[in-house]
Structures are given as structure tokens and as C-alpha cells.
């Protein structure tokens, strides 16, 4: 019964450089949320999508960042041009439905990014 | 918008004893769902307890209870029997019943003192 799985859990990237994290769901779940944390800080909500469409966007930075979870394959988060800014942790969650009948979200152990 | 508050940076307990954490919220909505996460050293996010606004029950979970006062938006934590493994960040979050995203508040570090 394997839960959310994120690869690697630990990233390092030179400044300028792409950052691609994965982000398998737990088995049957269509629903995934990508969250950053900043050190010292709680998760911010960065992306939500379901197979192959992104819903809601609204906390995704509007330059660098993308997101994509297709058909096949995990759910990817990609930044472009890495800036040391963008060092955090990057957690997925995934869920079986969307909001209603409050599906909690579980979460994966996370990415942790380091810009250098 | 949705804010969530968590004014307590730092909590410690000593072992066996019972501590509450707190939690404010800031919402329009009448419908909506409350959580307690527990992160451990390790990172990984473990729901620890859920409330749903509709309910006046309290939640509790063995040693987690909730107190939920919708009126004053308010949503603490307390655990009982304080074990060295409840050691972690504690984040409580808001989602909407038809909201896509958790709000988390920025969390509080729980010390057990054996």
C-alpha cells in the first residue's frame, strides 16, 4: 500500500540551472497538489492538477515554473533558471476526489532543493 | 481569503502531561474542513486529525482532541499522555468543502521533555 512517492528527496542545482521533481500519487488517486515550504514557514499551495489538466494554477509563480501530470508517468514540477530563492522543500499530495466530502491530502516526504 | 494562525512558535511538555496547541482561522465560508499535520524530523506530513465545520462534536483520535469553536474561529490541539514520538512541527490547515488547496499556518515546534 505504497503511499506518495517523490524523486529525489534531495536536489541540488547550480544557479541557471532546470530543476524536475517527481511526484507519483498514491495508487488510484487522480488529484495532485504540489505545496512549497520555506524554511521557518508553513506549506503554500503552488498547483493543483488532475490527469493531463491543470486546474488551478494560483499559487505558481508565473515565470520559470511548470507543472504537468500526463496520462502515464508521475506528475513533474519543473523550474527553469533555478535562482537561490527557489531553495525549499517541495512536498506533493495527492487525493481520490477533489474537495468535497473532506478527501484529506497525502502528502509525500518531499524534495528538498538546494541552490548553490 | 483564508488565513490560518498559529501563535505559538515553540511548545514544550514534559512527558505524561497534556499540552493544547492553537490555532485561529480566518474564513467567510460556513462550509469548510479543519486539520491538524504532524511533521517530524523526516519531513513527511501526517495528518493527525480532521474536523468537519458541520460537525459541533469534537474530533479526537486516542490521544488527539480537538476543541473547535466555530463562532470564534478557533481550532486547538491538545494531546494527552505527551509521548517523546509527538516530538515534531505541528501545522493546522483550512480547506473550503470545495477547495482545491490546503491554507497551512506556519507551524509550531512541540519539545517533549522526558
Known amino acids: 500500500n505504497a503511499g506518495v512517492m517523490q524523486n529525489p528527496r534531495h536536489l541540488v542545482r547550480r544557479r541557471g540551472q532546470e530543476a524536475r521533481l517527481r511526484c507519483s500519487p498514491v495508487?488510484?488517486?487522480?488529484?495532485v497538489y504540489w505545496y512549497r515550504q520555506l524554511p521557518e514557514e508553513g506549506l503554500k499551495f503552488m498547483v493543483y492538477?488532475?490527469?493531463?489538466?491543470?486546474?488551478?494554477e494560483s499559487g505558481m509563480p508565473k515565470e520559470r515554473f511548470s507543472a504537468e501530470f500526463p496520462k502515464e508517468g508521475p506528475s513533474i514540477l519543473r523550474i527553469q533558471q533555478v535562482v537561490r530563492g527557489d531553495s525549499a522543500a517541495y512536498f506533493c499530495?495527492?487525493?481520490?476526489?477533489?474537495?468535497?466530502?473532506?478527501?484529506?491530502?497525502?502528502f509525500g516526504p518531499g524534495t528538498r532543493l538546494t541552490v548553490t | 481569503a483564508q488565513t490560518v494562525t498559529q501563535s505559538q512558535p515553540e511548545m514544550s511538555v514534559q512527558e505524561a502531561e497534556t499540552v493544547t496547541l492553537s490555532c485561529t482561522y480566518d474564513?467567510?465560508?460556513?462550509?469548510?474542513?479543519l486539520f491538524w499535520y504532524k511533521q517530524p524530523p523526516s519531513r513527511q506530513m501526517i495528518l493527525v486529525i480532521r474536523?468537519?465545520?458541520?460537525?459541533?462534536q469534537n474530533a479526537t483520535e486516542n490521544r488527539f482532541s480537538v476543541n473547535f469553536q466555530k463562532a470564534a474561529k478557533s481550532f486547538s490541539l491538545k494531546i494527552s499522555d505527551s509521548q517523546l514520538g509527538d516530538a515534531a512541527m505541528y501545522f493546522c490547515?483550512?480547506?473550503?468543502?470545495?477547495?482545491?488547496?490546503?491554507?497551512f499556518g506556519t507551524g509550531t515546534s512541540l519539545t517533549v521533555i522526558p
Open positions: 474536523q468537519e465545520a458541520y460537525k459541533q
Open positions: 499530495a495527492s487525493s481520490p476526489k477533489q474537495g468535497g466530502n473532506g478527501y484529506e491530502q497525502y
Open positions: 490547515a483550512y480547506r473550503r468543502n470545495t477547495g482545491n488547496q490546503f491554507y
Open positions: 474564513t467567510s465560508e460556513s462550509d469548510y474542513y
Open positions: 495508487k488510484g488517486h487522480s488529484h
Open positions: 492538477l488532475q490527469k493531463e489538466n491543470i486546474i488551478d
